[in-house]
């Protein structure tokens, strides 16, 4: 055979056929060159035009998963929602972390090796009889599974952010008059003038099916998307290995006979596994079931009809869902929401007349001073009325007459005089800290604010992707 292939190569088709198989190699590599499809950029990110590569990503996440227990880490691997929030908290992390390095060479500041080597030393853990102790230092690294450079960048990270950081966290003295003012404004009682008009109170007439129709067209019912699933489940005590790969088999050999064409209910009874069906499950419908959560429906909801999905973990253990039958989002027939659109019409009509007669009292109240059936009543900014009219009695101005409409009724309200509080000492100063902290806290958001502006974070999609997602 290999003196057959020998003697052949020499013959010009064989040449040709060669020369073609040849070009295809130098093409493809040519091809990867021309578009881009090289992996040697493994750039993940910038940070003000800084690339941090693929491997600073897994280190800072290697890093945090070690920070998790044991079933903090399992919970994230069988959660592909908190697995993704997780992944792009490392990112912001990476992003700050940049940010305060390049801020801080920006503005000169340097941290020398001694003054990182005395942090080291003063940690209690990394001691033995009050002095730094190596074997200890040692031991702490190795069950924490960090480096030594891990530890450095660390300390030298948090010096540099108390160096940076150092302006914003100066207390800000709030005055006086600041502290009196919103002390007033929170605990000011206020006399109002309310009349209440109950759409209940009107009564209209029985719609008729013509009136029906045409506030069906006006306020059409639309029913959700519903969907009509099944699902088999191999259960495993997923926080023990040998549990778990007892599961995984059995699982996988559940897997692989809905592949070749089992049904679910058939396989269930093969594998002796839980089988569950499930019919018109919506978003506004969910089914009381364990092992349907938040982000299995959105698993389920992003499925074709007529589709398995592949092996999910969960915590009860390894589930393979189908979506059996799709109903698309569609309007109501008019027979089935014929009892809803009376009432609903009832409702708008008693609201017209509620709000005609409303308007009545408000005129006849700024023509005469007079509120027809109106109450005197005093209120604070939570107590003695709706939220809706105790909103509008501290936003309006003494003297003012207005209506305010609320889930049920509208209220016409004129607002008498204000009575402002008594001073307690013990409730400013508790007002006094509380503006403190939250002037400290405006301050801190819009320091963020400008070193995200400054320095921005762009995403490389493609890198991301292709090794994070």
């Known amino acids: 055979m290999l003196e057959y292939l020998r003697n052949a190569a020499d013959k010009p088709v064989a040449k040709i056929l060669m020369g073609i198989l040849i070009f295809s190699f130098v093409g493809w590599g040519v091809a990867e060159w021309v578009f881009g499809l090289t992996s040697s950029d493994t750039?993940?990110?910038?940070?003000?035009g800084e690339k941090i590569s693929i491997n600073q990503y897994n280190s800072m996440k290697s890093n945090e998963l070690a920070r998790l227990s044991r079933e903090e880490q399992r919970n994230l691997y069988?959660?592909?929602?908190?697995?993704?929030?997780?992944?792009?908290?490392?990112?912001?992390?990476?992003?700050?972390?940049k940010r305060l390095e390049r801020h801080a060479t920006d503005l000169g500041y340097v941290v020398s090796d001694r003054h990182i080597a005395n942090d080291i030393r003063a940690v209690p853990q990394f001691q033995e009889n009050g002095k730094f102790s190596s074997a200890a230092y040692d031991v702490v690294l190795r069950n924490s599974g960090l480096t030594e450079s891990d530890v450095i960048n660390d300390f030298r990270m948090k010096t540099l952010n108390n160096m940076?950081?150092?302006?914003?966290?100066?207390?800000?003295?709030t005055p006086r008059f600041v502290m009196v003012a919103t002390y007033n404004a929170r605990n000011a009682s206020r006399t109002i003038d309310l009349a209440t008009v109950r759409f209940s109170d009107f009564k209209v007439e029985k719609p008729t099916d013509e009136k029906l129709q045409e506030f069906y067209k006006q306020n059409p019912h639309r029913v959700a998307e519903t969907r009509d699933i099944s699902y088999v489940m191999i259960g495993a005590e997923m926080d023990k290995p040998d549990e778990y790969e007892k599961g995984l088999k059995s699982a996988q050999k559940m897997e692989d006979d809905i592949i070749g064409g089992d049904t679910l209910a058939d396989v269930a009874k093969?594998?002796?596994?839980?089988?569950?069906?499930?019919?018109?499950?919506?978003?506004?419908?969910?089914?009381?079931?364990?092992?349907?959560?938040?982000?299995m429906i959105k698993r389920i909801f992003s499925m074709d009809e007529e589709t398995e999905s592949e092996l999910i973990e969960t915590?009860?253990?390894?589930?393979?869902?189908?979506?059996?039958?799709?109903?698309?989002?569609?309007?109501?027939?008019?027979?089935?929401?014929?009892?809803?659109?009376?009432?609903?019409?009832?409702?708008?009509?008693?609201?017209?007349?509620?709000?005609?007669?409303?308007?009545?009292?408000?005129?006849?109240?700024?023509?005469?001073?007079?509120?027809?059936?109106?109450?005197?009543?005093?209120v604070t900014r939570t107590n003695g009325a709706t939220p809706n009219v105790l909103t509008a009695a501290f936003h309006k101005n003494i003297g003012d007459n207005s209506i305010i409409e609320d889930t049920d009724a509208f209220y016409v309200m004129h607002v008498a005089n204000e009575k402002l509080p008594t001073t307690d000492d013990k409730?400013?100063?508790?007002?006094?800290?509380?503006?403190?902290?939250?002037?400290?806290?405006?301050?801190?958001?819009?320091?963020?604010?400008?070193?995200?502006?400054?320095?921005?974070?762009?995403i490389n999609e493609k890198t991301y992707n292709r090794f994070v997602r």
Do not use: C
Request: proline content about 3%; hydrophobic content about 35%.
């Open 43 to 48: 750039t993940i990110m910038r940070v003000g």
């Open 315 to 378: 915590k009860e253990g390894f589930i393979i869902v189908r979506v059996d039958k799709i109903t698309p989002e569609h309007d109501a027939e008019f027979d089935s929401v014929k009892k809803e659109l009376a009432a609903e019409w009832t409702r708008a009509e008693q609201r017209k007349d509620a709000y005609v007669h409303a308007n009545e009292l408000l005129v006849e109240l700024n023509n005469s001073g007079k509120l027809d059936g109106g109450k005197n009543i005093t």
């Open 270 to 295: 093969k594998h002796n596994a839980k089988y569950k069906q499930h019919t018109k499950i919506s978003s506004e419908k969910l089914p009381d079931d364990k092992n349907i959560d938040d982000a």
């Open 78 to 97: 069988t959660d592909p929602t908190a697995m993704a929030a997780f992944q792009d908290n490392v990112v912001k992390q990476i992003a700050s972390i």
């Open 427 to 458: 409730k400013l100063d508790a007002l006094k800290e509380e503006l403190t902290k939250t002037s400290a806290d405006y301050i801190r958001a819009d320091y963020d604010a400008y070193l995200e502006r400054e320095y921005p974070i762009k």
């Open 164 to 173: 940076v950081q150092t302006p914003i966290n100066t207390e800000i003295k």
